[in-house]
């Protein structure tokens, strides 16, 4: 039974560029949320996809988008870059039940320069 | 507003002694209350997590939690440490009837020595 699965593991990028990063919930789970860890901090969250849509959304610009397929995988997108966006960006899956555990994944280390 | 806070940046314990990693908490409604732990380079794993009933949680490897309403606690203890015990551990909330967002203290890192 395969975990969270997240892609790529790392990236480097500069100011101003986009980036598209890719998870792949737990088997038989439907929801996904996104959250960012910067360095020295807890994981805050972003937003949270189920049924294809966006279905709860954190303290974060416009620049973060995401997006949820029938297979249930996500996407979150960040454009123009800043050098604050430098951060562990964790995917974690779920079931569509309220307060039911999220799984994680291994995240994406995304350094900005 | 929601908020955990976990007092000590660090922890560190002898092997074989008892741990204890603190967490207290502030929300509106019941908490829905999570202990997570990372390793380096790795994402979270699940430790536990207290929806109802039972003040005493048991959870992975050894590990359990109290959750005490009153003091708005939620401490995580294991009886004996082990060296493998060592990371970073989060303590993390929900609350509210229609959120499932996941409010995380700043960590405490835990050091166990041989």
């Known amino acids: 039974d395969a975990g969270v699965t997240q892609s790529p593991t790392h990236l480097i990028k500069t100011r101003g560029q986009q980036v598209t990063l890719r998870c792949s919930p737990k088997?038989?789970?439907?929801?996904v949320s996104w959250y960012q860890q910067a360095l020295g901090q807890g994981p805050q969250f972003i937003f949270q996809y189920y049924e294809e849509e966006e279905r709860q959304r954190g303290n974060f610009p416009d620049r973060f988008s995401g997006h949820q397929f029938p297979n249930y995988s996500s996407e979150l997108n960040v454009n123009a870059l800043l050098l604050g966006d430098s951060a562990l960006y964790l995917c974690a899956s779920s079931l569509a039940v309220l307060r039911e555990t999220q799984y994680f994944g291994p995240g994406t280390r995304l350094l900005v320069l | 507003a929601q908020s955990v806070a976990q007092p000590e940046d660090q922890v560190n314990v002898a092997e074989g002694n008892p741990l204890t990693v603190k967490c207290t908490y502030s929300?509106?409604?019941?908490?829905?209350l999570f202990w997570y732990v990372q390793y380096p380079n790795r994402g979270l794993q699940f430790l536990l997590k207290?929806?109802?009933?039972?003040?005493l949680v048991k959870g992975s490897y050894g590990f359990e939690a109290e959750f005490n309403k009153s003091q708005t606690s939620f401490h995580l203890k294991k009886p004996s440490a082990l060296v493998s015990d060592s990371a970073l551990y989060f303590c993390?909330?929900?609350?509210?009837?229609?959120?499932?967002?996941?409010?995380f203290g700043t960590g405490t890192r835990l050091q166990v020595f041989p």
């Open positions: 993390a909330v929900i609350s509210g009837l229609s959120t499932d967002k996941l409010i």
């Open positions: 207290y929806i109802t009933g039972d003040n």
């Open positions: 929300v509106s409604g019941n908490p829905y």
């Open positions: 088997s038989g789970h439907d929801t």
